[in-house]
T-cell receptor
Framework: ETGVTQTPRHLVMGMTNKKSLKCEQH?????MYWYKQSAKKPLELMFV???????ENNSVPSRFSPECPNSSHLFLHLHTLQPEDSALYLC?????????????FGAGTRLSVL | RKEVEQDPGPFNVPEGATVAFNCTYS??????FFWYRQDCRKEPKLLMS???SGNEDGRFTAQLNRASQYISLLIRDSKLSDSATYLC????????????FGTGTRLLVSP
């Protein structure tokens, strides 16, 4: 079983749809992250949760709404997206405060907005 | 200026070659540095952390130069399986783990 699992792996949605991305980590970590990776661009940090509390919102539009019900699960709720939101959305987790900054990534959800 | 800058490449090298990538970062307060590897349409995976004294893992050697604010990755005896994008990553050390990623350097190893 992989450490960080994301579902779905692929998603196609219209601009008026509402969908959610799910991330689950099996590593016992206390911090989880959402990143966006667009073509030819570096990974962009979207949200950070430490101990279920959101500690970073990197100027992300409100059409992206994160939810972290517990330290193992992270959701990204999507609504009224734009075509430019099409990208690979990656979830990561780490053990904050452990002295190690290493983040472990899920396989990502490839999102296409039509 | 970008926070983390890398030459996007691609670097085309034959099998067995030695190749080096450099990366520069702008925040002098950065404390932690990493190289991640990302295969096409896959997630990034940690290749190695970069320590001040430099570190080696098999065919891979990472170096950090704080004075010049650059990080390097050396790959010796390149394999076909080394073909990937190599991401330079810096922790901004703002009190929690905020990693900043470079755009990556693409490596293509040919037979």
């Amino acid at each position: 079983e992989t450490g960080v699992t994301q579902t779905p792996r692929h998603l196609v949605m219209g601009m008026t749809n509402k969908k959610s991305l799910k991330c689950e980590q099996h590593l016992g970590h206390n911090a989880m992250y959402w990143y966006k990776q667009s073509a030819k661009k570096p990974l962009e940090l979207m949200f950070v949760y430490n101990f279920k509390e959101q500690t970073e919102n990197n100027s992300v539009p409100s059409r992206f709404s994160p939810e972290c019900p517990n330290s193992s699960h992270l959701f990204l709720h999507l609504h009224t997206l734009q075509p430019e939101d099409s990208a690979l959305y990656l979830c990561a987790s780490s053990q904050a405060g452990s002295g190690s900054d290493i983040q472990y990534f899920g396989a990502g959800t490839r999102l296409s907005v039509l | 200026r970008k926070e983390v800058e890398q030459d996007p490449g691609p670097f085309n090298v034959p099998e067995g070659a030695t190749v080096a990538f450099n990366c520069t970062y702008s925040n002098s307060a950065s404390q932690s540095f990493f190289w991640y590897r990302q295969d096409c349409r896959k997630e990034p995976k940690l290749l190695m952390s970069v320590y001040s004294s430099g570190n080696e893992d098999g065919r891979f050697t990472a170096q950090l130069n704080r004075a010049s604010q650059y990080i390097s990755l050396l790959i010796r005896d390149s394999k076909l399986s080394d073909s990937a994008t190599y991401l330079c990553v810096v922790n901004k050390n703002t009190g929690f783990q905020k990693l900043v990623f470079g755009t990556g350097t693409r490596l293509l190893v040919s037979p």
